[in-house]
Protein backbone atom coordinates (compact mmCIF):
# COMPACT_ATOMS: atom_id res chain seq x y z
CA UNK A 1 0.00 0.00 0.00
CA UNK A 2 2.86 2.25 -0.72
CA UNK A 3 2.81 4.16 -3.73
CA UNK A 4 4.88 6.56 -6.15
CA UNK A 5 3.90 10.52 -5.54
CA UNK A 6 3.52 10.99 -8.66
CA UNK A 7 0.79 7.92 -9.63
CA UNK A 8 -1.49 9.67 -7.15
CA UNK A 9 -2.33 12.91 -5.40
CA UNK A 10 1.05 14.51 -4.49
CA UNK A 11 -0.38 15.36 -0.96
CA UNK A 12 -0.31 11.16 -0.25
CA UNK A 13 2.04 9.18 0.38
CA UNK A 14 0.11 6.11 1.50
CA UNK A 15 -3.31 4.87 1.18
CA UNK A 16 -5.13 2.33 2.60
CA UNK A 17 -8.87 1.03 1.63
CA UNK A 18 -10.98 -1.19 3.89
CA UNK A 19 -14.68 -3.01 2.44
CA UNK A 20 -17.22 -3.91 4.29
CA UNK A 21 -18.15 -6.04 1.73
CA UNK A 22 -22.36 -7.05 1.90
CA UNK A 23 -24.69 -9.45 0.31
CA UNK A 24 -28.01 -7.57 0.10
CA UNK A 25 -27.14 -4.34 2.29
CA UNK A 26 -24.60 -1.57 1.08
CA UNK A 27 -20.51 -1.83 0.88
CA UNK A 28 -19.19 0.17 3.39
CA UNK A 29 -16.02 1.70 2.06
CA UNK A 30 -13.27 3.38 4.12
CA UNK A 31 -9.96 5.40 2.36
CA UNK A 32 -7.21 6.45 4.45
CA UNK A 33 -4.99 8.82 3.21
CA UNK A 34 -1.88 9.69 5.32
CA UNK A 35 -0.46 12.67 3.89
CA UNK A 36 3.54 13.78 3.56
CA UNK A 37 2.97 15.73 7.15
CA UNK A 38 1.92 13.37 8.61
CA UNK A 39 -2.20 13.85 8.46
CA UNK A 40 -4.54 11.03 8.51
CA UNK A 41 -7.44 11.65 6.24
CA UNK A 42 -10.59 9.66 6.44
CA UNK A 43 -13.34 9.50 3.90
CA UNK A 44 -16.26 7.12 3.67
CA UNK A 45 -18.66 6.11 1.47
CA UNK A 46 -21.49 3.50 0.80
CA UNK A 47 -22.11 1.33 -2.87
CA UNK A 48 -24.39 -0.86 -3.55
CA UNK A 49 -23.83 -4.56 -4.58
CA UNK A 50 -25.27 -3.52 -8.11
CA UNK A 51 -23.46 -2.42 -11.49
CA UNK A 52 -23.84 0.92 -10.70
CA UNK A 53 -22.54 0.56 -7.20
CA UNK A 54 -19.55 -1.41 -8.50
CA UNK A 55 -19.04 1.38 -11.32
CA UNK A 56 -19.42 3.93 -8.21
CA UNK A 57 -16.55 2.02 -6.61
CA UNK A 58 -14.28 2.18 -9.52
CA UNK A 59 -14.59 5.75 -10.22
CA UNK A 60 -14.31 6.89 -6.40
CA UNK A 61 -10.59 4.73 -6.17
CA UNK A 62 -9.44 5.59 -9.89
CA UNK A 63 -7.49 8.46 -8.23
CA UNK A 64 -5.28 5.94 -6.33
CA UNK A 65 -3.91 3.62 -8.61
CA UNK A 66 -2.07 0.61 -7.47
CA UNK A 67 -4.25 0.41 -4.27
CA UNK A 68 -4.50 -2.65 -2.05
CA UNK A 69 -8.05 -2.53 -0.86
CA UNK A 70 -8.95 -5.15 2.15
CA UNK A 71 -12.22 -7.04 2.30
CA UNK A 72 -13.32 -10.29 4.08
CA UNK A 73 -14.33 -13.18 1.85
CA UNK A 74 -17.99 -12.43 2.45
CA UNK A 75 -19.90 -15.55 0.52
CA UNK A 76 -18.92 -14.56 -3.51
CA UNK A 77 -19.40 -10.39 -3.40
CA UNK A 78 -15.55 -10.41 -3.02
CA UNK A 79 -15.09 -11.22 -7.00
CA UNK A 80 -17.31 -8.66 -7.83
CA UNK A 81 -15.12 -5.89 -5.98
CA UNK A 82 -11.81 -7.59 -7.10
CA UNK A 83 -13.43 -6.79 -10.87
CA UNK A 84 -13.96 -3.00 -10.07
CA UNK A 85 -10.78 -2.75 -8.23
CA UNK A 86 -9.07 -4.29 -11.21
CA UNK A 87 -11.31 -1.56 -13.38
CA UNK A 88 -9.72 1.37 -11.31
CA UNK A 89 -5.91 0.12 -11.35
CA UNK A 90 -6.10 -1.07 -7.89
CA UNK A 91 -5.85 -4.89 -6.29
CA UNK A 92 -7.92 -6.53 -3.38
CA UNK A 93 -6.53 -8.59 -0.77
CA UNK A 94 -9.03 -10.89 1.64
CA UNK A 95 -8.26 -11.59 5.64
CA UNK A 96 -9.97 -13.67 7.13
CA UNK A 97 -13.27 -13.61 9.30
CA UNK A 98 -10.77 -14.87 12.75
CA UNK A 99 -8.32 -12.38 11.65
CA UNK A 100 -10.57 -9.36 11.38
CA UNK A 101 -12.75 -9.71 14.26
CA UNK A 102 -8.97 -9.96 16.31
CA UNK A 103 -8.37 -6.64 14.80
CA UNK A 104 -11.31 -4.86 15.45
CA UNK A 105 -10.79 -6.37 19.23
CA UNK A 106 -7.52 -4.56 19.64
CA UNK A 107 -8.91 -1.59 17.94
CA UNK A 108 -12.26 -0.58 18.91
CA UNK A 109 -12.96 -3.57 21.72
CA UNK A 110 -16.28 -5.41 21.00
CA UNK A 111 -18.26 -2.76 19.11
CA UNK A 112 -19.27 -3.90 16.12
CA UNK A 113 -20.70 -1.53 12.79
CA UNK A 114 -20.23 -1.39 9.64
CA UNK A 115 -18.21 1.69 9.69
CA UNK A 116 -16.17 0.37 12.06
CA UNK A 117 -15.87 -2.79 10.04
CA UNK A 118 -14.41 -0.62 7.16
CA UNK A 119 -12.21 1.03 9.59
CA UNK A 120 -10.48 -1.86 10.96
CA UNK A 121 -9.89 -3.43 7.59
CA UNK A 122 -8.56 -0.17 5.88
CA UNK A 123 -5.56 -0.99 8.76
CA UNK A 124 -5.07 -4.71 8.48
CA UNK A 125 -2.00 -3.91 6.70
CA UNK A 126 -0.38 -2.69 9.57
CA UNK A 127 -0.85 -5.68 11.09
CA UNK A 128 -0.97 -8.42 8.91
CA UNK A 129 0.90 -9.04 5.68
CA UNK A 130 -1.33 -8.57 2.52
CA UNK A 131 -0.98 -10.05 -0.54
CA UNK A 132 -3.44 -9.40 -3.80
CA UNK A 133 -5.58 -11.48 -5.19
CA UNK A 134 -5.43 -13.23 -8.01
CA UNK A 135 -8.77 -14.37 -9.98
CA UNK A 136 -8.92 -17.65 -11.02
CA UNK A 137 -10.17 -18.93 -14.32
CA UNK A 138 -14.10 -19.05 -14.51
CA UNK A 139 -13.98 -23.00 -14.68
CA UNK A 140 -11.85 -22.89 -12.04
CA UNK A 141 -13.93 -20.58 -9.84
CA UNK A 142 -16.75 -23.03 -11.25
CA UNK A 143 -14.86 -25.97 -9.56
CA UNK A 144 -14.27 -24.46 -6.38
CA UNK A 145 -18.20 -23.08 -6.10
CA UNK A 146 -19.26 -26.95 -6.62
CA UNK A 147 -16.64 -28.69 -4.13
CA UNK A 148 -17.99 -26.00 -1.44
CA UNK A 149 -21.71 -26.84 -2.85
CA UNK A 150 -20.85 -30.40 -1.99
CA UNK A 151 -18.41 -30.14 1.26
CA UNK A 152 -22.45 -28.73 2.49
CA UNK A 153 -24.24 -31.87 1.17
CA UNK A 154 -21.83 -34.33 2.99
CA UNK A 155 -22.52 -32.51 6.51
CA UNK A 156 -25.81 -31.83 5.70
CA UNK A 157 -26.05 -35.60 5.49
CA UNK A 158 -24.13 -36.71 7.92
CA UNK A 159 -26.12 -33.94 10.29
CA UNK A 160 -29.41 -36.14 9.23
CA UNK A 161 -27.58 -39.92 9.53
CA UNK A 162 -26.66 -38.40 13.55
CA UNK A 163 -30.26 -37.64 13.83
CA UNK A 164 -31.50 -40.87 13.30
CA UNK A 165 -29.22 -42.34 15.30
CA UNK A 166 -29.53 -40.28 17.92
CA UNK A 167 -33.46 -41.21 17.37
CA UNK A 168 -32.64 -44.71 16.88
CA UNK A 169 -31.01 -45.18 20.31
CA UNK A 170 -33.50 -43.65 22.93
CA UNK A 171 -36.43 -45.29 21.28
CA UNK A 172 -35.38 -48.81 19.88
CA UNK A 173 -31.33 -49.28 20.65
CA UNK A 174 -31.96 -52.36 20.79
CA UNK A 175 -33.39 -52.83 16.96
CA UNK A 176 -30.66 -50.63 16.45
CA UNK A 177 -27.72 -52.73 17.77
CA UNK A 178 -29.31 -55.82 15.76
CA UNK A 179 -28.14 -53.97 13.05
CA UNK A 180 -24.52 -54.60 13.91
CA UNK A 181 -23.45 -51.35 12.78
CA UNK A 182 -24.60 -52.20 8.91
CA UNK A 183 -25.89 -48.62 7.82
CA UNK A 184 -27.00 -50.10 4.75
CA UNK A 185 -29.38 -52.93 6.82
CA UNK A 186 -30.90 -50.19 8.58
CA UNK A 187 -31.85 -48.05 6.11
CA UNK A 188 -33.04 -50.62 4.33
CA UNK A 189 -35.02 -52.18 7.30
CA UNK A 190 -36.17 -49.02 8.40
CA UNK A 191 -37.05 -47.62 4.95
CA UNK A 192 -39.49 -50.84 4.65
CA UNK A 193 -40.52 -51.47 7.92
CA UNK A 194 -40.35 -48.27 10.06
CA UNK A 195 -43.12 -48.97 12.24
CA UNK A 196 -41.59 -51.45 14.93
CA UNK A 197 -45.68 -53.17 15.29
CA UNK A 198 -45.25 -53.45 11.29
CA UNK A 199 -41.36 -54.82 11.84
CA UNK A 200 -42.08 -57.33 14.76
CA UNK A 201 -44.68 -58.31 12.48
CA UNK A 202 -42.71 -59.05 9.33
CA UNK A 203 -42.59 -61.90 7.23
CA UNK A 204 -39.52 -64.21 8.29
CA UNK A 205 -38.49 -64.55 4.81
CA UNK A 206 -39.13 -60.98 3.35
CA UNK A 207 -36.95 -59.71 6.04
CA UNK A 208 -34.30 -62.21 5.84
CA UNK A 209 -34.52 -61.13 2.09
CA UNK A 210 -33.49 -57.59 2.98
CA UNK A 211 -30.96 -58.30 5.55
CA UNK A 212 -29.16 -60.80 3.25
CA UNK A 213 -28.85 -58.47 0.24
CA UNK A 214 -27.71 -55.36 2.75
CA UNK A 215 -25.29 -57.70 4.51
CA UNK A 216 -23.14 -59.95 2.38
CA UNK A 217 -20.88 -62.31 3.57
CA UNK A 218 -22.28 -62.85 6.58
CA UNK A 219 -22.98 -66.22 7.62
CA UNK A 220 -25.80 -65.22 10.90
CA UNK A 221 -28.40 -63.20 9.01
CA UNK A 222 -31.62 -65.26 10.17
CA UNK A 223 -29.98 -65.05 14.05
CA UNK A 224 -30.09 -61.28 13.12
CA UNK A 225 -33.84 -61.47 11.44
CA UNK A 226 -34.62 -63.04 14.53
CA UNK A 227 -33.22 -60.27 16.95
CA UNK A 228 -34.65 -57.58 14.82
CA UNK A 229 -38.03 -58.99 14.71
CA UNK A 230 -37.86 -60.04 18.83
CA UNK A 231 -36.48 -56.27 19.56
CA UNK A 232 -38.89 -54.68 17.58
CA UNK A 233 -41.86 -56.23 19.47
CA UNK A 234 -40.08 -55.64 23.03
CA UNK A 235 -39.61 -52.00 21.91
CA UNK A 236 -43.50 -51.84 20.56
CA UNK A 237 -44.68 -53.30 23.94
CA UNK A 238 -42.23 -51.22 26.08
CA UNK A 239 -43.86 -47.85 24.27
CA UNK A 240 -47.67 -48.85 24.39
CA UNK A 241 -49.51 -46.33 25.94
CA UNK A 242 -46.47 -43.69 26.66
CA UNK A 243 -45.49 -43.30 23.37
CA UNK A 244 -46.99 -42.75 20.11
CA UNK A 245 -45.68 -45.59 17.47
CA UNK A 246 -47.31 -43.72 14.84
CA UNK A 247 -45.53 -40.34 14.95
CA UNK A 248 -41.94 -42.59 15.79
CA UNK A 249 -42.73 -44.39 12.41
CA UNK A 250 -43.20 -41.00 11.04
CA UNK A 251 -40.14 -39.70 12.17
CA UNK A 252 -38.29 -42.62 10.90
CA UNK A 253 -39.30 -41.77 7.79
CA UNK A 254 -38.84 -38.09 7.47
CA UNK A 255 -35.05 -38.60 8.87
CA UNK A 256 -34.89 -41.22 6.04
CA UNK A 257 -36.14 -39.07 3.24
CA UNK A 258 -33.73 -36.61 4.37
CA UNK A 259 -30.76 -38.55 4.39
CA UNK A 260 -31.80 -39.58 0.24
CA UNK A 261 -32.40 -36.10 -0.79
CA UNK A 262 -28.70 -35.64 0.72
CA UNK A 263 -27.40 -38.40 -0.94
CA UNK A 264 -28.91 -37.31 -3.79
CA UNK A 265 -26.80 -34.22 -3.43
CA UNK A 266 -24.03 -35.27 -2.65
CA UNK A 267 -24.12 -37.40 -5.66
CA UNK A 268 -25.13 -34.53 -8.21
CA UNK A 269 -22.58 -32.33 -6.33
CA UNK A 270 -19.71 -35.11 -7.06
CA UNK A 271 -20.81 -35.45 -10.93
CA UNK A 272 -20.26 -32.05 -11.33
CA UNK A 273 -16.59 -31.46 -9.61
CA UNK A 274 -15.39 -34.36 -11.78
CA UNK A 275 -16.57 -32.59 -14.35
CA UNK A 276 -15.18 -29.31 -13.81
CA UNK A 277 -11.79 -31.03 -12.49
CA UNK A 278 -11.75 -33.58 -15.83
CA UNK A 279 -12.07 -29.93 -18.14
CA UNK A 280 -9.15 -28.72 -16.39
CA UNK A 281 -6.82 -31.42 -15.41
CA UNK A 282 -7.98 -34.61 -17.70
CA UNK A 283 -7.16 -37.89 -14.96
CA UNK A 284 -4.36 -35.81 -13.39
CA UNK A 285 -2.07 -38.50 -12.59
CA UNK A 286 0.07 -35.95 -11.03
CA UNK A 287 -2.28 -35.28 -8.30
CA UNK A 288 -3.51 -38.94 -7.96
CA UNK A 289 -0.44 -40.11 -7.14
CA UNK A 290 -0.68 -38.44 -3.86
CA UNK A 291 -2.02 -41.56 -1.08
CA UNK A 292 -5.43 -41.28 -0.32
CA UNK A 293 -6.32 -38.71 -3.04
CA UNK A 294 -8.69 -40.01 -5.72
CA UNK A 295 -11.29 -38.58 -7.83
CA UNK A 296 -13.65 -37.37 -4.82
CA UNK A 297 -10.66 -35.49 -3.03
CA UNK A 298 -8.59 -34.39 -6.09
CA UNK A 299 -11.39 -31.77 -7.41
CA UNK A 300 -11.59 -29.83 -3.99
CA UNK A 301 -7.53 -29.72 -3.48
CA UNK A 302 -7.33 -28.72 -6.99
CA UNK A 303 -10.60 -26.67 -6.64
CA UNK A 304 -8.37 -24.26 -3.82
CA UNK A 305 -4.91 -24.82 -4.09
CA UNK A 306 -4.77 -25.18 -8.14
CA UNK A 307 -1.04 -25.79 -9.58
CA UNK A 308 -0.04 -24.38 -5.56
CA UNK A 309 1.99 -21.32 -7.34
CA UNK A 310 0.12 -18.93 -5.01
CA UNK A 311 1.90 -19.72 -1.84
CA UNK A 312 5.20 -18.94 -1.02
CA UNK A 313 5.54 -21.65 0.95
CA UNK A 314 4.36 -25.65 2.34
CA UNK A 315 4.04 -23.59 6.10
CA UNK A 316 1.62 -21.42 4.16
CA UNK A 317 -0.08 -23.72 2.44
CA UNK A 318 -1.37 -25.27 5.83
CA UNK A 319 -2.35 -22.33 7.26
CA UNK A 320 -4.65 -21.12 4.51
CA UNK A 321 -5.92 -24.44 4.80
CA UNK A 322 -6.38 -24.24 8.73
CA UNK A 323 -4.31 -26.84 10.07
CA UNK A 324 -1.75 -25.47 11.96
CA UNK A 325 -1.62 -24.99 15.33
CA UNK A 326 -3.26 -22.12 17.24
CA UNK A 327 -0.52 -19.80 19.54
CA UNK A 328 -0.86 -18.26 22.82
CA UNK A 329 1.66 -16.04 23.46
CA UNK A 330 2.02 -12.98 25.99
CA UNK A 331 5.08 -10.99 26.23
CA UNK A 332 8.59 -13.34 26.04
CA UNK A 333 6.15 -16.57 26.25
CA UNK A 334 4.70 -19.10 23.70
CA UNK A 335 2.54 -21.82 24.18
CA UNK A 336 1.60 -24.07 21.06
CA UNK A 337 1.42 -27.44 22.78
CA UNK A 338 -1.46 -28.59 23.02
CA UNK A 339 -3.42 -25.71 21.09
CA UNK A 340 -6.20 -26.95 18.83
CA UNK A 341 -5.89 -25.79 15.28
CA UNK A 342 -7.14 -22.92 13.87
CA UNK A 343 -9.59 -24.13 11.21
CA UNK A 344 -9.40 -20.98 9.60
CA UNK A 345 -9.14 -22.01 5.93
CA UNK A 346 -11.97 -23.46 3.97
CA UNK A 347 -13.83 -25.73 5.86
CA UNK A 348 -14.19 -28.24 3.18
CA UNK A 349 -10.35 -28.37 2.06
CA UNK A 350 -9.84 -29.32 5.51
CA UNK A 351 -12.23 -32.03 5.93
CA UNK A 352 -10.50 -33.29 2.00
CA UNK A 353 -7.14 -33.57 3.64
CA UNK A 354 -8.02 -35.31 6.70
CA UNK A 355 -9.90 -37.93 5.04
CA UNK A 356 -7.06 -38.23 2.47
CA UNK A 357 -4.60 -38.47 5.58
CA UNK A 358 -6.29 -41.35 6.95
CA UNK A 359 -6.11 -43.99 4.14
CA UNK A 360 -2.53 -42.34 3.46
CA UNK A 361 -1.54 -43.31 7.06
CA UNK A 362 -2.49 -46.78 5.60
CA UNK A 363 -0.46 -46.72 2.24
CA UNK A 364 2.62 -44.77 3.11
CA UNK A 365 5.21 -46.46 5.63
CA UNK A 366 6.87 -42.82 6.68
CA UNK A 367 3.00 -41.37 7.16
CA UNK A 368 2.54 -44.55 8.57
CA UNK A 369 4.89 -44.51 10.78
CA UNK A 370 4.29 -41.29 12.40
CA UNK A 371 0.83 -41.81 12.95
CA UNK A 372 1.87 -44.97 15.18
CA UNK A 373 4.24 -43.03 17.29
CA UNK A 374 2.16 -40.59 17.95
CA UNK A 375 -0.76 -42.63 19.17
CA UNK A 376 1.42 -45.45 20.92
CA UNK A 377 4.43 -43.38 22.10
CA UNK A 378 2.69 -39.85 22.29
CA UNK A 379 -1.08 -41.44 23.44
CA UNK A 380 -2.87 -39.08 20.91
CA UNK A 381 -6.34 -40.14 19.80
CA UNK A 382 -6.96 -40.92 16.36
CA UNK A 383 -8.27 -37.30 15.41
CA UNK A 384 -5.02 -35.36 16.68
CA UNK A 385 -2.69 -38.28 15.06
CA UNK A 386 -5.15 -38.18 11.73
CA UNK A 387 -4.96 -34.32 12.05
CA UNK A 388 -1.13 -34.39 12.46
CA UNK A 389 -0.68 -36.75 9.16
CA UNK A 390 -3.27 -34.74 7.36
CA UNK A 391 -0.20 -31.58 8.05
CA UNK A 392 2.08 -33.45 6.70
CA UNK A 393 0.36 -34.28 3.39
CA UNK A 394 -0.81 -30.77 2.72
CA UNK A 395 3.07 -29.81 2.77
CA UNK A 396 3.85 -33.14 0.59
CA UNK A 397 1.15 -32.10 -1.70
CA UNK A 398 2.75 -28.74 -2.34
CA UNK A 399 5.53 -30.07 -3.20
CA UNK A 400 3.91 -32.69 -5.65
CA UNK A 401 2.14 -29.82 -7.10
CA UNK A 402 4.67 -27.45 -7.34
CA UNK A 403 7.70 -29.53 -8.39
CA UNK A 404 5.56 -31.33 -10.96
CA UNK A 405 6.81 -34.72 -9.93
CA UNK A 406 4.58 -37.51 -8.70
CA UNK A 407 4.66 -38.73 -4.91
CA UNK A 408 7.37 -41.30 -4.40
CA UNK A 409 6.52 -43.71 -1.29
CA UNK A 410 9.63 -44.24 0.84
CA UNK A 411 10.49 -46.57 3.46
CA UNK A 412 11.33 -44.51 7.02
CA UNK A 413 15.13 -44.40 6.09
CA UNK A 414 14.01 -42.93 2.72
CA UNK A 415 14.27 -45.97 0.48
CA UNK A 416 11.70 -46.15 -2.56
CA UNK A 417 9.10 -48.85 -2.08
CA UNK A 418 6.66 -50.36 -4.43
CA UNK A 419 2.90 -49.71 -3.10
CA UNK A 420 3.04 -54.07 -2.43
CA UNK A 421 6.32 -53.39 -0.41
CA UNK A 422 4.43 -50.18 1.44
CA UNK A 423 1.79 -52.28 2.49
CA UNK A 424 3.53 -55.07 3.89
CA UNK A 425 6.25 -52.71 5.62
CA UNK A 426 3.06 -51.20 7.65
CA UNK A 427 1.46 -54.50 8.14
CA UNK A 428 4.87 -55.78 10.06
CA UNK A 429 5.98 -52.71 11.66
CA UNK A 430 3.28 -49.65 12.23
CA UNK A 431 -0.28 -51.52 12.93
CA UNK A 432 -1.81 -49.39 16.17
CA UNK A 433 -2.91 -51.93 18.93
CA UNK A 434 -6.18 -52.21 19.59
CA UNK A 435 -5.62 -51.55 23.56
CA UNK A 436 -3.97 -48.91 22.23
CA UNK A 437 -7.40 -47.61 20.25
CA UNK A 438 -9.42 -48.32 23.47
CA UNK A 439 -6.85 -46.38 25.82
CA UNK A 440 -7.15 -43.02 23.51
CA UNK A 441 -10.51 -43.33 22.98
CA UNK A 442 -11.08 -44.02 27.45
CA UNK A 443 -8.75 -40.79 27.72
CA UNK A 444 -11.07 -38.85 25.15
CA UNK A 445 -13.85 -39.28 26.79
CA UNK A 446 -12.19 -38.41 30.38
CA UNK A 447 -11.70 -35.24 28.60
CA UNK A 448 -15.07 -34.32 28.01
CA UNK A 449 -16.29 -35.29 31.13
CA UNK A 450 -13.41 -33.32 32.69
CA UNK A 451 -15.03 -30.31 30.58
CA UNK A 452 -18.51 -30.55 31.20
CA UNK A 453 -17.39 -30.97 35.23
CA UNK A 454 -15.68 -27.33 34.73
Known amino acids: MYFDSNAQPASSVRVQVGIDAAVVAHHHVCVRALSADGQVNVSRFRVPPTLSGLRTLTKRLAPYPGVLA ?4 TSM ?17 LVGSRHA ?14 VIDADVLARAGDVFELHPLVLASPLQ ?39 RGSLPTAVAVLGRWPHLDSLAAARRSSLTAVVAEHTRGVGDVPARVEEIRSAAAAWAHFWAGHLDL ?31 WEQLYGDDPLLSSVPGVGPVIAPTIR ?33 HRGRAITKEGPAVLRLAFYQAANVARTRDPQLAEFYYRLMVTHGHCHTQATVAVARKLIERTWTVLTRQQPYQLRDVDQTPVTIRAA ?4 ASKYVVPEHVRKRSRAHSAATHRAKLAR
Open 70 to 73: VAEP
Open 77 to 93: TWLGLAVALQDAGSDLA
Open 101 to 114: ARLRGAISGKNKSD
Open 141 to 179: LALRRACTRRGAAVIDGNRYLRRLISLARWAFPDVWSAF
Open 246 to 276: EALAWDVSEHLSDMAIADARIERATTATQRY
Open 303 to 335: GFLIDGSGFTGAKQVCSYVGMTPSNWSSGNTVD
Open 423 to 426: KQII
